[in-house]
Every structure is written in C-alpha cells, then in structure tokens.
C-alpha cells in the first residue's frame, strides 16, 4: 500500500506552507485553565454571510457571546461584580442576592460555585423553566417574586430583603452597579476592535440592564475617536411594554437601570417581537446559529442599519451581540438522579 502523501489540510500541492501549519496549530492549541471563570471572554466574532446579503457593500458580524461557559453575555459582567467586590471585602461571611431574568443568575451561580460563594436569586415566578431549574443545579436558593410585576418586581423584593436584613446580604445590583459596564468597557469593545482590526463603524445591540451597550459603546467611541473617527452605537428596546424578547426592557414603561446614559447612545431602534423572533429563525436555519429571541432582534437591528447604508451605497462594518444559545428558551427533561426504563 502506497503512503499517503495527502496533507491534512488538503490534496497535495495545495496545502499550508509548513509556516501556515504551524500558525494554524498554535491558534487551534486547546486551552487548559485553571478554574471556569478562566473561560469567561475572549469570545469568537462571527460573519453573518447570508444575511449580510441583503445589504451589498456592508460586511455584518456578530459576537458569540453564548460561547462563554455560563451560556450567555451576563458571564461577563457577573464575574466583574464579583471580583470587584471581592477586591473590596463586600462579599466576607455574606450570602450574594439579586434579581434577575435568567442569564445573570445562571452566570452568579455558576462563578459563585467556582469561587465558593452563596448564591440567592429574586426572580418573577414566569421565567421560564429552565432558567430555575438550572440556577437551582448550582445549588442556588431561588426566592421567586410575583409574576404579573415582571422584572421590576424582582428587583424591589431583591431590595426589601437586603432593607430588612442588610448585614446578611452583599447585593450587586446590576442595574446600578457600575462593575457590569466596565465588564464590556475593559472585555467586549476592546476584543471587538481588535477582531475587526479597527474597522467597526456600528455597534448595536438591545437593553437589560444596558450594561453591554453602555460600557462597549463607550470603549468604542474613545477608541475610535482616538483615531480621528466615531464608531455609531445604536441601542435597541422593545416597541412594546408587552413584548416577547426575553431578557429586554422596554425604557418608557419600566424602571430606568442607573447605569444607563442616554448621552453614550447615537440612536435607539424599536424592535417588534415578531422580527426579533423571524430573524433568530433565520440565523438557525441560514447561518446554523440556534440562538434566543434578543439575539434576533439584535441582528434584525444591524440588518436594518445595513441596509440603511446599502441604500446610500456605503460600506460598513455593522457589529452586534448573540446574547445566549435558543436551547436556552427549551423546556427539558426534569433532571433525575434515577431513571426508570
Ligand atoms: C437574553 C438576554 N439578552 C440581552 C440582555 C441584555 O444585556 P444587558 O443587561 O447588558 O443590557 C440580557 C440581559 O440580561 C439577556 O438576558
């Protein structure tokens, strides 16, 4: 039998030089780390080929932020909070309480397991499933508010409770806390510059808490501004109180987070439910990207800003978030130590 002479990267003649390989292997080294929170960041940015189709001349990107190991953006910003207050002495001998729509609690859990830190969360009853059910697995206690107050009642139990028993509580508050912008200040802008080697020139992306817009569009600007130029950042909410974009607010009817500054934003888009929901069924199916309903709304926004400029006949380089994975929004088999066959 005949050795192949075949280079793993293709028939011969056209692979790598052995310069390419080496870079290549060097890149693709498996990480080895010390602990989880290791893993937070650093996450990929990806070309949204297909859609980008329907503004020519402008290039549309997306950061994978369901790639960090808790599952979504808010690992980011959990992880700054807490080492900020660890950093401070806040969380000695104190259990952590917030509340939350889901990501943030999933990301304190899972920091607080790796790092020995209680966790409790305040949450509206009608989160989904398993959003509960996977926060309580890391041993967190659930503490659930009333489910026709929505996310603002959360947060004025979650207060309540640390009122009434302030010593035994160290309560980020993410709405406030001004660790959770900077988790994108210092993390998410500077990793989008340098993956688009400079060239963004449209950061968008929806409001929970605004800490992703507010520390990354801040970042932005300054970076670009330093080089002479602006980059535009773009907020997007909800077009309705009632609406089905899970992990978004909808400013005018809500309570308005104190981390947020309307001044760092350039414009805001109003996001119907409907095409929030449409484009994250066309990213799983165009770009096999199974991602949640603020993640759609998120590309919907950089497609509407594409095409913004596609008609004006300039080019762009039009960045947003991919917030979380779709299997987020599932309903799963209740997790059993035994199973009967
Ligand atoms: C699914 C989802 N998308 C978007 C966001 C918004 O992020 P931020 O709180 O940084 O505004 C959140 C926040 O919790 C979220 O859970």
């Not at 793993?8 to 010390?34: H, N, T």
């Not at 340098?194 to 605004?210: A, M």
């Not at 950042?233 to 992990?247: I, K, N, R, S």
Request: net charge negative.
């Amino acid at each position: 039998m005949r050795a192949s002479t075949h280079s793993i990267f293709g028939p011969p003649g056209s692979g790598p030089s052995a310069a390419e390989q080496l870079a290549r292997s060097q890149m693709i080294r498996p990480k080895r780390v010390d602990r989880i929170t290791d893993l937070i960041g650093n996450t990929p940015l990806i070309r949204l080929h297909q859609i980008e189709q329907d503004c020519p001349g402008v290039e549309l990107w997306a950061k994978c932020e369901f790639a960090n190991p808790g599952g979504s953006v808010k690992d980011r910003p959990a992880l700054r909070m807490i080492q900020d207050a660890l950093a401070r002495g806040e969380l000695q001998g104190r259990r952590l309480i917030d509340s939350t729509s889901g990501n943030t609690g999933i990301a304190y859990s899972m920091v607080g397991a790796a790092l020995g830190i209680p966790v409790t969360l305040v949450m509206p009853e009608n989160v989904s499933a398993p959003r509960k059910q996977v926060t309580a697995a890391y041993g967190t206690e659930l503490i659930f508010s009333d489910p026709m107050e929505g996310s603002d009642g959360a947060i004025m139990l979650a207060r309540e409770l640390v009122e009434r028993e302030p010593d035994r509580w160290f309560y980020p508050n993410q709405y406030a806390n001004q660790s959770n912008p900077l988790a994108h200040y210092h993390g998410t802008a500077v990793e989008l510059w340098q993956q688009t080697q400079g060239r963004v020139t449209h950061f968008v992306t929806g409001i929970g808490t605004s800490g992703t817009i507010m520390g990354t569009s801040r970042r932005l600007h300054e970076l670009g501004r330093a080089r002479g130029r602006d980059v535009r950042c773009v907020a997007m909410q909800p077009d309705d109180a009632m609406h089905g974009l899970e992990g978004l607010k909808h400013l005018p009817s809500s309570l308005v987070p104190d981390i947020y500054d309307a001044s760092v934003l350039d414009d805001t888009i109003w996001m119907s439910t409907e095409a929030g929901w449409d484009m994250s069924e066309r990213l799983a199916t165009q770009e096999g990207l199974f991602v949640g309903h603020s993640s759609g709304g998120n590309v919907a926004s950089a497609l509407q800003i594409g095409k913004q400029l596609a008609e004006r006949g300039e080019p762009g380089v039009v960045v947003t978030v991919l917030c979380d994975r779709g299997d987020r929004y599932f309903v799963p088999l209740k997790w059993e130590k035994h199973y009967a066959w």
